[in-house]
């Protein structure tokens, strides 16, 4: 059997903080505000992992305000999730992400997101897509006041051997 998630995470820029996304830091003038590391793109994909197998959200797993999330490494956070997946009898198969943004370009990282999600989910790096697209000036994306993470993940039932 197969299933599959759907996740979305969005978060503003924000002054005095790295920006981090799909567990790269990129060089860039805002990070992204947020209680852990705010990193969107392993957020979305927390969801969509999660969605998959009917455990909840991110916030379910890990609630706001809880102190030993404050700054955590969103990239922990996944493999926590992606466990906690494997505890239900399912495992990660693919992923495909967009990020939506007008800045800062995300080609030049992309290959390394994919690798270091790859690394989380326990796939190769050609089961993990990553897209950019912009939101061609509309919005809240669109006046460079945040970025948004859509992510849809499959999962498949472990077999005897996983």
Excluded: C
Excluded at 27 to 48: E, F, I, K, Q
Excluded at 60 to 83: C, I, Q
Excluded at 149 to 156: D, H, K, P, Q, R
């Amino acid at each position: 059997m197969i299933r599959v998630g759907i996740g979305y995470d969005s978060h503003p820029f924000a002054d005095g903080r790295p920006l981090i996304l799909g567990g790269q830091h990129i060089p860039h003038a805002r990070g992204l505000a947020g209680y852990s590391d705010a990193d969107a793109v392993a957020h979305a994909l927390t969801d969509a992992i999660l969605g998959a197998v009917g455990a909840g959200d991110i916030g379910t797993l890990f609630p706001p305000g809880e102190p030993r999330w404050k700054d955590a490494d969103s990239l922990y956070l996944l493999h926590v999730a992606v466990e906690h997946v494997r505890e239900r009898g399912w495992t990660p198969l693919q992923a495909d992400l967009s990020i939506i943004t007008e800045e800062p370009r995300i080609a030049p990282y992309a290959a390394n997101m994919r690798a270091a999600l790859a690394r989380v989910l326990g796939v190769d790096d050609g089961s993990v897509s990553i897209k950019a697209k912009t939101n061609e000036s509309m919005g809240f994306i669109g006046r460079g006041e945040g970025l948004a993470v859509i992510a849809v993940a499959t999962v498949g039932e472990a077999t005897g051997s996983d």
